[in-house]
T-cell receptor
Framework: GQNIDQPTEMTATEGAIVQINCTYQ??????LFWYQQHAGEAPTFLSY????GLEEKGRFSSFLSRSKGYSYLLLKELQMKDSASYLC????????????FGAGTRLAVHP | EAQVTQNPRYLITVTGKKLTVTCSQN?????MSWYRQDPGLGLRQIYY???????DKGDVPEGYKVSRKEKRNFPLILESPSPNQTSLYFC?????????????FGPGTRLTVL
């Protein structure tokens, strides 16, 4: 099966920048999602990357390298409300909208 | 308000007692899916449906059934629940329009099987 690797936990300071990495196997890869999930709540969509490069959306940016099987989510000007889990989910061929979710990175933002 | 709803939100039951978790969406989405989320394992897909009367197995379908008789509803059925089905369950929906990828998740159902 697919192996999605992302750090289990990260901590950062309010106002800082943090980068959450994700690696995956490239076979059958079609694109990659990032979701945010606050504790006890539903995941919410952040980004979807298909092409190589950086896509910026406000304070959040997502980067993809298809050949390296690597993505990262960059969060700038961190706020306390950014404390959440961030789920990396590559999409693979072989089934409609077949997502494989990583276990998530739990980010704690401190004052 | 566009949303995915699930009921119940919390359920404690006993082994073998059949239960149904309902899922409904008001966005006229073609695609619906059920996931379970367990600590350290991430979200795993149980079943999905591409439209009415079209369902297919995800990665962990054993012990679950689904039906899609209407476009808005996609219930998850546990015929004989067991303790290893204790988990947090999410329903999700998505439009069938190509190149529109965002899935909308329901609030979750926390199930405990004793």
């Amino acid at each position: 099966g697919q192996n999605i690797d992302q750090p289990t936990e990260m901590t950062a300071t309010e106002g800082a920048i943090v980068q959450i990495n994700c690696t995956y196997q490239t076979s059958g890869f079609n694109g990659l999602f990032w979701y945010q999930q606050h504790a006890g709540e539903a995941p919410t969509f952040l980004s979807y990357n298909v092409l190589d490069g950086l896509e910026e959306k406000g304070r959040f940016s997502s980067f993809l390298s298809r050949s390296k099987g690597y993505s990262y989510l960059l969060l700038k000007e961190l706020q306390m409300k950014d404390s959440a889990s961030y789920l990396c989910a590559p999409r693979f061929s072989g089934g409609y909208n077949k997502l494989i979710f990583g276990a998530g990175t739990r980010l704690a933002v401190h004052p | 308000e566009a949303q995915v709803t699930q009921n119940p939100r919390y359920l404690i039951t006993v082994t073998g007692k059949k239960l149904t978790v309902t899922c409904s969406q008001n966005m006229n989405h073609e695609y619906m899916s059920w996931y379970r989320q367990d600590p350290g394992l991430g979200l795993r897909q149980i079943y999905y449906s591409m439209n009415v009367e079209v369902t297919d197995k995800g990665d962990v379908p054993e012990g679950y059934k689904v039906s899609r008789k209407e476009k808005r509803n996609f219930p998850l059925i546990l015929e004989s629940p067991s303790p290893n089905q204790t988990s947090l369950y999410f329903c999700a929906s998505k439009t069938g329009v190509r190149e529109v990828w965002e899935q909308f998740f329901g609030p979750g159902t926390r199930l405990t099987v004793l």
